[in-house]
């Protein structure tokens, strides 16, 4: 049996998609089909239902799921033993909302790239929404978003949530401690329109009954350092973010009278039989930000720490 045919039969009923499986294995979708058809005529059954454009796998298709995770488990763990998984030389794709990008993605991807020299990154940022999306469809393989991703075959850790904080142009904003009613009649800048903390600053104006005089929604981080550079407004950002922009940046940390929740951020990936390299790159990643954001270590949320 060609386990090369049995990846592609894994991929196509764990991302339920013919299309997306050939996108993850860079085939063409005829060499795919190709692929499942040729191991349908060896195992004598159909595998997957092609009786109307819904996909389905048929009771056989569910049943030799389970023996083609082994199977692919078992060439990994022998390739592993014998010597050949000792190197990482794949592609990851990794996607990571702003907040990650401008706190500890970076230096996390410089120690990768000195621990793994063989390994090839495609980065994407983009808004949690999108990024829970993509590993939902199976575009991309890990992502750092401030809420997990849902779906069969995507795993979920919990990583050290950021601190928020208020931050202001110190040529503007010079006063030691600001109250929240101060901070309402400013002109306020946050993250997209029904973001976690979009969310959440509203909310915290409502529980004090207090109306903001006008809150932005901006998706940059670094659009919104250039505006309150500018003198546009007081930003709500995560404070390792800040600490580390005010290097080359024009920023002050407001100290507020009140109690900013923090954002949360999790790590979601597909699990993937073929390989570790998504594990590995999992458990760098929780150890790295933990240590980056409270000097502890990111919980799993549904499996064992990898």
């Given at each position: 049996?060609?386990?090369?045919?049995?990846?592609?039969?894994?991929?196509?009923a764990?991302?339920k998609?013919?299309?997306?499986?050939a996108?993850?294995?860079?085939?063409?979708?005829?060499?795919?089909?190709?692929?499942?058809?040729?191991?349908?005529?060896?195992?004598?059954?159909?595998?997957?239902?092609?009786?109307?454009?819904?996909?389905?796998l048929?009771?056989?298709?569910?049943?030799?799921?389970?023996?083609a995770?082994k199977?692919?488990?078992?060439?990994r763990?022998a390739?592993?033993e014998?010597?050949?998984?000792?190197?990482?030389?794949?592609?990851?794709?990794?996607?990571?909302?702003?907040?990650?990008?401008h706190?500890w993605?970076?230096?996390?991807?410089e120690?990768?790239r000195?621990d793994h020299?063989?390994?090839?990154?495609?980065?994407?940022?983009?808004?949690?929404?999108?990024?829970?999306?993509?590993?939902?469809?199976?575009t991309?393989?890990?992502?750092?978003?401030?809420?997990?991703?849902?779906a069969?075959?995507?795993?979920?850790?919990?990583?050290?949530?950021?601190d928020?904080?208020?931050?202001?142009?110190?040529?503007?904003?010079?006063?030691?401690?600001?109250?929240?009613?101060?901070l309402?009649e400013?002109?306020?800048?946050t993250?997209?329109k029904?973001s976690?903390?979009?969310?959440?600053?509203?909310?915290?104006f409502?529980?004090?009954?207090?109306?903001?005089?006008?809150?932005?929604?901006?998706?940059?981080?670094?659009?919104?350092?250039?505006?309150?550079?500018?003198?546009?407004?007081?930003?709500?950002?995560?404070?390792?973010?800040?600490q580390?922009?005010?290097?080359?940046?024009?920023?002050?940390?407001?100290?507020?009278?009140?109690?900013?929740?923090?954002?949360?951020?999790?790590?979601?990936y597909?699990?993937d039989?073929?390989?570790?390299?998504?594990?590995?790159?999992?458990?760098?990643?929780?150890?790295?930000?933990?240590?980056?954001?409270?000097?502890?270590?990111?919980?799993?949320?549904?499996?064992?720490?990898?």
């Open positions: 049996m060609n386990l090369r045919f049995v990846e592609a039969f894994y991929w196509v764990s991302l998609s013919v299309t997306r499986a996108e993850k294995l860079f085939l063409t979708q005829s060499a795919m089909s190709s692929r499942i058809a040729t191991l349908e005529d060896e195992l004598g059954v159909l595998l997957l239902d092609r009786s109307d454009k819904q996909f389905r048929t009771a056989a298709g569910t049943r030799f799921l389970v023996f995770e199977l692919l488990a078992l060439q763990d390739k592993t014998m010597g050949a998984g000792t190197t990482i030389a794949v592609a990851m794709r990794i996607g990571a909302i702003e907040s990650v990008l706190s993605l970076i230096p996390w991807l120690k990768l000195g020299p063989g390994l090839e990154l495609e980065l994407t940022v983009e808004t949690t929404p999108i990024l829970t999306d993509q590993i939902q469809r199976g991309l393989d890990l992502v750092f978003a401030a809420s997990p991703a849902n069969d075959g995507v795993r979920t850790y919990t990583l050290p949530p950021m928020m904080a208020f931050v202001g142009n110190p040529t503007l904003h010079k006063k030691r401690n600001y109250r929240l009613d101060e309402a400013m002109e306020l800048l993250f997209q029904g976690q903390p979009h969310v959440t600053l509203l909310d915290l409502r529980q004090h009954r207090l109306e903001p005089k006008k809150v932005h929604a901006i998706s940059s981080i670094s659009a919104m350092v250039q505006l309150v550079q500018g003198g546009f407004g007081v930003a709500l950002l995560p404070r390792i973010a800040t580390r922009l005010t290097g080359f940046a024009k920023l002050k940390l407001l100290t507020s009278d009140t109690q900013l929740k923090s954002l949360p951020i999790y790590a979601s597909r699990t039989p073929t390989s570790s390299t998504v594990d590995t790159l999992v458990k760098s990643a929780v150890e790295f930000a933990g240590g980056s954001i409270s000097g502890g270590a990111g919980t799993k949320k549904g499996a064992r720490k990898p």
